[in-house]
């Protein structure tokens, strides 16, 4: 019997594109590993239609329908713990994870920002690194921990801002990086190359 292929559950908000990066590293085989669950907290996330196209769970878990941020973690953890999942991968998931969850995944929930880390956490980041007239900006893919886009960094590539740019183009240059370096990020994960060391991630050569 061939051994089990390393198990990632995929949260998402919105456009997916980052999910796809995913599914087509799987599908050529550079990541080895298999998408068990993807869950949504937007009905109209369009990430789901690409699940669903692509054959895989796609599932639409509504915050509002519990009645405190704890029940609804309880219910994406019950999900997510039912399909033995060795990694949650956050791809575009736009709701803050509280306690519960982080605790029920200790080590083994990761995250794409766009922007290099420590610089411009939280929301707009695009816009803030053009407002403040940063020269370089990029992309990270971290840990998750209790303290929001704070955790261990694992990669980042960097893109040059121009003069010319504007929210869009500059999110572009950046995204076209998020779909590179994410899908490294799990093979590396996958096939233990990383170890912490206090805040900083090592990669084992
Ligand atoms: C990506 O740029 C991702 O880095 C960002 O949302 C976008 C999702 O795009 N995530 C965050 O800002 C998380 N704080 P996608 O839905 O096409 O993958």
Redesign the pocket.
């Known amino acids: 019997m061939a051994p089990d292929k390393f198990k990632l559950a995929v949260l998402?908000?919105?456009?997916?594109?980052?999910?796809q990066a995913i599914i087509d590293s799987i599908e050529k085989n550079a990541l080895q590993a298999e998408i068990a669950l993807v869950i949504s907290n937007v009905k109209t996330a369009y990430?789901l239609e690409r699940a669903r196209k692509h054959g895989l769970e796609g599932l639409f878990l509504d915050p509002k329908s519990y009645p405190d941020r704890n029940s609804y973690e309880q219910a994406l953890v019950e999900r997510i713990q039912s399909k033995s999942v060795n990694l949650v991968c956050?791809?575009?998931?736009?709701r803050v994870l509280g306690k519960y969850f982080i605790e029920a995944f200790s080590g083994r929930i990761i995250?794409?920002?766009?922007s290099l880390l420590p610089a411009f956490p939280g929301?707009n980041?695009q816009k803030r690194a053009l407002e403040h007239g940063a020269r370089f900006s990029g992309?990270t893919v971290h840990f998750v921990n209790e303290e929001v886009?704070g955790g261990p960094i694992i990669m980042q590539a960097v893109v040059p801002v121009f003069d010319e740019d504007d929210e869009a183009s500059l999110?572009e240059r950046?995204?076209e990086q998020?779909h590179i370096i994410y899908p490294q990020a799990i093979q590396l994960i996958l096939a233990d190359k990383l170890t912490l060391s206090g805040r900083r991630v090592l990669h084992k050569k």
Do not use: Q, T
């Open positions: 998402v908000s919105g456009r997916g594109s980052n999910l990430a956050l791809a575009g998931y736009m995250n794409i920002h766009p929301l980041v992309c886009d999110s950046i995204l998020e």
